[in-house]
């Protein structure tokens, strides 16, 4: 049973790294400590397989405590991580001379404590495993030479099953042992190593930093912390690699070989860097999301309060985007969005940071500014990129109004500036748009559009305008619709039918999303009821939670309410919850979910890899399934990446015993791919676009209660999409 040494000063530090430390295995065995000395004490009697120290503590600093630690016989070699919230060198070099293995920055992220906790736990096992073969190789001499010969033959037959590349050199740098696994990874047989200069088998430049490092070993006598090498293997593909060095002593103490242990890990820190891309890029254009975009504002605020920085947040809406996409389809807005962020990026160059933040929205953060005269040029040369009126085919010609705020004159917080560049956003498209205006303290919120919107959408609900269309959901092994989403529309008196784009950011931003979202519920639970009465079939619902929803108290006790009231089946109702609802690992939605599933509801994540996609939420909540989002299922016959992406999530998915449904699927290619890869479920255009309750009836009548199928929608359809 791994033991993991927890030692902070804050309490609330001490319960996440023990509630993160019990997700690395089941049986782990976790011990916190306030105080660092008694910490010390109970190291003096037990051991530990790994050791998590705050810096910072009012009696004794991490650095000085990994001094410590390093200073007792059964500690000496265990890892130890070095948590602080200072960004400065100067404290990871004194935590790593005292001995420290790894070093974290806090407030830590979840996916990289636990890749490298579990790393430095599987190189703990690695090395007790080895030491104690290694205790064999020094055993009494007595023993007869031939079953001393027996023995370390035996001993490396053992070695030779580790997935791990060892070997051992004398003091002059030779081999004295080498593994099998090691041997076959430069092509020879451990015969032909042993005897040779390490050159032989490392290369010239690592073989001199591996000499470099024995020295030091057998100065101090120590082992060293296992730490991050790349190399180039010999068909010259780079490759990462942990490595420890350990002394190997005689019958007298006196060291005579170094033991050297590589351990590859490439290809989980591949899957780590595009879960971390994933989760910190826009999966359509590449450039940061909003939460990258955060970090980034968080770093120049920082900057700013160290020196005289000052800097401006650009937040850029394109004017006639909604009217291009409707006209011309999501496949064409989808392109001029790839072009706008390319142009974006293009015009201001690697120092500012462009981002999108979701739908027909950017932010571009321009550092180092002199003063509000810089801001206004940026401004102006978006809007002459933007509004680019000549005929050649990569004009745009989508115009923007832009909101200018400045840092720190108009705020120190990340979500307040973006806040008040929303705001001053907004007051440029008020007055006509294609134009920008720098924020200001006494601006209003929003522009007169906006307010008749809000005004019309408070009496939509009296009005019953609002209604619900559905769209099927098609299970890939027996080809028939098991469910559906219910997905909101708005019967404008005015403006026709709007889709959810149309109202729903501003009736979050209003509070009108929580009565809406009541109705939305009652209403998808009474015509599920409803169908199956009729006699087609049980099918489940899916009804998607606004954050704010979700947040609230009672969410329970309104799903239980809308359940007994429409006679619905708890089991036939899905909660679809967005990535955002689940950041933060709240102690309220998690006991909210527990409840909601101990009623027999489902829960999902929709939009699965647009936002905050984690493995430490995934695992941390009782989901049962993970809808990939239509932006990436759109490129999978043409873009590599866009497969290995949905394989990545299907893999996860399955791995974490979820199931798995693919959204926007409109092509057969794209249907024969998802089969191929083990998807679940799918939803998409190809069976049928989302249609109204009487239409839906229809429609499942003609193709629910058999093999699903039918053909592509056609163009009228695919006008209206979601």
């Given at each position: 049973m791994p033991a993991i040494l927890i030692i902070d000063d804050s309490s609330t530090n001490r319960r996440i790294y023990s509630r993160l430390s019990r997700q690395l295995e089941s049986n782990v065995n976790v011990r916190s400590f306030e105080n660092p000395r008694k910490a010390l004490d109970w190291l003096a009697e037990n051991t530990a397989d790994l050791i998590i120290t705050d810096y910072k503590m009012p009696t004794m600093s991490g650095a000085e405590l990994t001094t410590a630690v390093r200073a007792t016989s059964g500690n000496r070699d265990v890892p130890i991580i070095v948590i602080t919230a200072y960004n400065d060198q100067q404290y990871r070099v004194t935590s790593l001379e005292s001995g420290a293995t790894d070093f974290l920055l806090s407030p830590v992220d979840h996916v990289e404590f636990l890749a490298r906790a579990r790393n430095l736990l599987r190189l703990r096992s690695q090395q007790i495993l080895l030491a104690r073969r290694a205790d064999l190789l020094e055993l009494s001499l007595s023993a007869k030479e031939l079953q001393l010969r027996e023995s370390r033959e035996a001993l490396a037959q053992v070695i030779d099953t580790v997935p791990a590349m060892i070997n051992a050199t004398d003091r002059d740098g030779n081999c004295v042992f080498v593994n099998a696994h090691q041997a076959a990874f430069v092509g020879k047989a451990p015969s032909d190593v042993v005897g040779q200069p390490i050159e032989a088998l490392l290369g010239e430049e690592r073989a001199h930093i591996s000499r470099r490092?024995?020295?030091?070993?057998?100065?101090?006598?120590?082992?060293?912390?296992?730490?991050?090498?790349?190399?180039?293997?010999?068909?010259?593909?780079?490759?990462?690699?942990?490595?420890?060095?350990?002394?190997?002593?005689?019958?007298?103490?006196?060291?005579?070989?170094?033991?050297?242990?590589?351990?590859?890990?490439?290809?989980?820190?591949?899957?780590?860097?595009?879960?971390?891309?994933?989760?910190?890029?826009?999966?359509?254009?590449?450039?940061?999301?909003?939460?990258?975009?955060?970090?980034?504002?968080?770093?120049?605020?920082?900057?700013?309060?160290?020196?005289?920085?000052?800097?401006?947040?650009?937040?850029?809406?394109?004017?006639?985007?909604?009217?291009?996409?409707?006209?011309?389809?999501?496949?064409?807005?989808?392109?001029?969005?790839?072009?706008?962020?390319?142009?974006?990026?293009?015009?201001?160059?690697?120092?500012?940071?462009?981002?999108?933040?979701?739908?027909?929205?950017?932010?571009?953060?321009?550092?180092?500014?002199?003063?509000?005269?810089?801001?206004?040029?940026?401004?102006?040369?978006?809007?002459?990129?933007?509004?680019?009126?000549?005929?050649?085919?990569?004009?745009?010609?989508?115009?923007?109004?832009?909101?200018?705020?400045?840092?720190?004159?108009?705020?120190?917080?990340?979500?307040?500036?973006?806040?008040?560049?929303?705001?001053?956003?907004?007051?440029?498209?008020?007055?006509?748009?294609?134009?920008?205006?720098?924020?200001?303290?006494?601006?209003?919120?929003?522009?007169?559009?906006?307010?008749?919107?809000?005004?019309?959408?408070?009496?939509?609900?009296?009005?019953?305008?609002?209604?619900?269309?559905?769209?099927?959901?098609?299970?890939?092994?027996?080809?028939?619709?098991?469910?559906?989403?219910?997905?909101?529309?708005?019967?404008?008196?005015?403006?026709?039918?709007?889709?959810?784009?149309?109202?729903?950011?501003?009736a979050e931003e209003t509070g009108l999303i929580v009565p809406i979202n009541e109705w939305v519920l009652n209403e998808a639970c009474r015509q599920g009821a409803a169908w199956r009465a009729e006699g087609l079939g049980d099918l489940r619902i899916a009804v998607n939670l606004s954050p704010i929803q979700f947040r609230r108290e009672g969410v329970e006790t309104l799903v239980r309410e809308a359940l007994r009231t429409s006679g619905m089946r708890p089991t036939s109702l899905e909660l679809e919850l967005t990535e955002g609802i689940l950041l933060g690992y709240d102690k309220q939605i998690v006991t909210q979910m527990q409840s909601l599933r101990a009623l027999g509801v489902t829960l999902s994540v929709d939009d699965f890899g647009t936002g905050y996609s984690s493995l430490s939420y995934i695992r941390s909540f009782p989901l049962h399934r993970l809808k990939i989002d239509r932006s990436f299922v759109q490129d999978l016959g043409s873009d590599p990446s866009a497969l290995a992406?949905?394989?990545?999530?299907?893999?996860?998915?399955?791995?974490?015993?979820?199931?798995?449904?693919?959204?926007?699927?409109?092509?057969?290619s794209q249907l024969a791919l998802l089969r191929s890869e083990g998807c679940d479920e799918v939803q998409g255009y190809y069976f049928s676009q989302p249609i109204p309750s009487e239409a839906f009836a229809v429609w499942l009548t003609q193709h629910g209660l058999g093999e699903a199928g039918g053909a592509p929608a056609t163009e009228k359809e695919h006008a209206g999409r979601r």
């Open positions: 490092l024995d020295q030091l070993v057998m100065k101090t006598g120590r082992a060293i912390p296992t730490r991050e090498e790349e190399a180039l293997a010999p068909n010259g593909e780079p490759r990462i690699y942990l490595t420890s060095k350990a002394p190997l002593r005689d019958a007298s103490g006196e060291i005579v070989n170094i033991l050297t242990t590589s351990i590859d890990i490439t290809e989980r820190r591949h899957a780590e860097r595009r879960l971390e891309h994933i989760a910190n890029h826009d999966s359509l254009t590449g450039l940061p999301n909003r939460m990258l975009l955060r970090d980034h504002l968080r770093r120049e605020l920082a900057r700013g309060r160290r020196g005289d920085q000052n800097f401006a947040l650009h937040f850029i809406d394109l004017d006639r985007f909604k009217a291009i996409n409707d006209a011309h389809g999501h496949h064409q807005g989808d392109e001029l969005l790839q072009r706008v962020a390319q142009a974006l990026t293009e015009l201001v160059g690697p120092s500012h940071t462009v981002a999108r933040l979701g739908g027909d929205e950017f932010a571009i953060l321009q550092p180092d500014i002199d003063g509000p005269d810089d801001a206004a040029r940026l401004a102006q040369s978006i809007l002459d990129l933007l509004s680019n009126g000549d005929d050649t085919p990569d004009a745009l010609k989508i115009g923007a109004s832009i909101g200018v705020t400045l840092a720190p004159r108009d705020g120190t917080d990340p979500d307040e500036l973006l806040k008040n560049s929303d705001q001053a956003m907004y007051l440029a498209k008020s007055i006509g748009g294609g134009t920008w205006r720098f924020f200001a303290a006494d601006m209003r919120p929003r522009a007169s559009q906006t307010a008749q919107l809000e005004s019309d959408l408070r009496g939509a609900l009296s009005r019953q305008e609002f209604l619900l269309h559905y769209q099927p959901q098609i299970d890939l092994r027996s080809n028939r619709v098991v469910g559906a989403e219910a997905l909101l529309r708005w019967q404008h008196p005015q403006h026709g039918l709007l889709a959810p784009d149309a109202f729903l950011g501003l992406i949905v394989r990545t999530i299907i893999d996860l998915g399955h791995i974490l015993h979820l199931q798995v449904l693919a959204e926007g699927v409109e092509e057969e």
